[in-house]
């Protein structure tokens, strides 16, 4: 085969696969090992991993080492074809998933796979883990099959990572978004024992991760305590909550008393515009302690996606309003949209 027409072959391929293709898929194309090398050698081809080969016309993806790995476990299929069908096969896991979620700072010295069956490597840098996964432990993450937070959490607890590692990794997942804590919990229940809690208490050690994360209640309380002047914060504003609800009511009910019929709408616009410039001093300084306020409330929101305030509403009531999920400004960069719900 000429290599123009090996090109055109290969584009197909590499075009649904990360700019990658491997020997193998070249193979099944009728696209010979000798015409590889000579694309290889003309820069055509760019060799990443022992049989995974990138576009010389395209430059690396993301986490591309993972991928060649990934493509290489099941090197004759073309991924688009292993995506379609469940279970995924080889799934990244542990301190490998926590890079490709975006979760702490690891930088693992040999990447991870976790596989169904038994499956060896004379590779330094990969590392196979033999067990099956749940499909509820595994999501897609930038096209890869990956394990989910909860379940990476877990195993880089399994792993005997440095507790306080996973907390940050804990504390950036829930930035992103809502943490599943029931399973969470489930997950750190086999590992409550090793790291000094009583058998099965994953909710024990879901605490002290918290805890390390800066999530939990008695860290937060501490935070507010330090601020001096963010208890009046709170309590003017739950006042003037209060306070305009009575006032409004009052203001209502003596109106529809004092005006009959069409006359009363009229009342209530010319109080309603009369209130508004008498308050706007007030409402100035409300908005003031609401910016105030924003630091802690950031906090609290983070403490509810992980779960910490799912068994105490005390700090709910402290600032007088549900504490809704942050908006996508809050929370920064999102899960990309191929991340396939849990099942």
């Not at 696209?31 to 576009?55: C, F």
């Not at 208490?201 to 991760?209: I, R, S």
């Amino acid at each position: 085969m000429k290599q123009g027409e090996a090109l055109l072959v290969l584009d197909e391929l590499v075009a649904a696969q990360w700019g990658l293709v491997t020997s193998a898929q070249a193979r099944a194309a009728s696209v010979p090992a000798m015409t590889l090398s000579r694309l290889v050698k003309g820069g055509h081809l760019v060799h990443v991993a022992h049989g995974v080969y990138r576009d010389g016309g395209a430059s690396a993806p993301e986490h591309e080492e993972l991928r060649a790995a990934w493509l290489a476990t099941e090197p004759a299929d073309p991924a688009w074809r292993r995506l379609q069908n469940r279970p995924w096969g080889a799934v990244v896991s542990g301190a490998s998933a926590a890079v490709v979620h975006g979760i702490g700072d690891f930088r693992p010295v040999a990447m991870e796979l976790t596989v169904a069956g038994r499956k060896q490597t004379q590779r330094r840098d990969l590392r196979y883990r033999c067990r099956e996964l749940p499909a509820q432990d595994v999501t897609l993450r930038d096209g890869l099959p990956v394990t989910t937070r909860e379940r990476t959490i877990a195993d880089l607890v399994e792993a005997r990572e440095d507790l306080s590692t996973v907390a940050d990794a804990l504390r950036d997942a829930v930035r992103r978004s809502e943490l599943d804590t029931e399973r969470l919990t489930q997950l750190l229940a086999p590992l409550a024992a090793r790291n000094g809690h009583a058998a099965g208490d994953g909710e024990g050690l879901l605490d002290d991760l918290l805890s390390l994360a800066g999530l939990d209640l008695e860290t937060t309380a501490a935070e507010i305590a330090a601020v001096p002047t963010l208890g009046n914060m709170v309590i003017a504003n739950r006042a003037w909550t209060e306070a305009t609800r009575r006032m409004t009511e009052m203001m209502e009910e003596s109106m529809a008393q004092a005006f009959p019929g069409h006359q009363y709408e009229a009342a209530i616009r010319s109080a309603v515009r009369a209130s508004a410039e008498a308050m706007a001093p007030v409402r100035a300084a409300r908005l003031e302690i609401q910016r105030s306020m924003q630091p802690v409330l950031a906090q609290l929101r983070d403490m509810q996606a992980a779960g910490a305030l799912a068994r105490s509403k005390a700090v709910q009531e402290l600032v007088g309003q549900p504490i809704a999920g942050r908006s996508p400004e809050e929370r920064g960069p999102q899960p990309p949209e191929d991340e396939s719900p849990r099942s």
